[in-house]
T-cell receptor, first 109, second 115 residues
């Protein structure tokens, strides 16, 4: 069993839809990161959180430490949101991020 | 723009060869992390340097080595290359010594193809 599980693996949405991507982990963590990887390959860090909720524009990330679960929400989705979204946890060993396999999102116009 | 510069963008080489990947961290960041992304394994942590010193080691092969120089740029050396080493290699930087207390800034990656 992977230490970081993401669901769904693939997601297709229509423009304007509300999107949720889930991440569950099995290790104790000090922080969780949400990353976005565009088709060209580059990775952008979206959020780093250790508790509660963070919002940036149309993106919202939440984490429940007790349940070892995080969600990434995209409101009013747009085709430019099409990318792979990767959850990664900091398990406490410095520098050692454990990555999920990613969720490939495709938003159709 | 993350401020992290990786060169080269693409590298094609033959089995048995040695290559060097370079990373310049975002201005002010002291930590440099190297990650490998292959199709079958996903993203994996290789090694971290903080202010010139090795800080943490992940799934890095003995054929691979890295260092961080006084100007904080880092190089990842891959030797005796095998077909399975073909992957995207990412560098990331952060201000602190751990990934639990400051955001990461990623470079655009180096795509290595071993033929």
């Amino acid at each position: 069993k992977n230490e970081v599980e993401q669901s769904p693996q693939n997601l297709t949405a229509q423009e304007g839809e509300f999107i949720t991507i889930n991440c569950s982990y099995s290790v104790g963590i000090s922080a969780l990161h949400w990353l976005q990887q565009h088709p060209g390959g580059g990775i952008v860090s979206l959020f780093m959180l250790s508790s509660g909720k963070k919002k940036h524009g149309r993106l919202i990330a939440t984490i429940n430490i007790q349940e070892k679960h995080s969600s990434l929400h995209i409101t009013a989705s747009h085709p430019r949101d099409s990318a792979v979204y990767i959850c990664a946890v900091d398990g406490g060993s410095q520098g050692n991020l454990i990555f999920g396999k990613g969720t490939k999102l495709s938003v159709k116009p | 723009d993350s401020g992290v510069t990786q060169t080269p963008k693409h590298l094609i080489t033959a089995t048995g060869q040695r290559v060097t990947l370079r990373c310049s961290p975002r201005s002010g960041d002291l930590s440099v992390y190297w990650y490998q992304q292959s199709l079958d394994q996903g993203l994996q942590f290789l090694i971290q340097y903080y202010n010139g010193e090795e800080r943490a080691k992940g799934n890095i092969l003995e054929r691979f080595s890295a260092q961080q120089f006084p100007d904080l740029h880092s190089e990842l050396n891959l030797s005796s290359l095998e077909l399975g080493d073909s992957a995207l290699y990412f560098c990331a930087s952060s201000f602190t010594s751990g990934t639990g207390n400051s955001p990461l800034h990623f470079g655009n990656g180096t795509r290595l193809t071993v033929t």
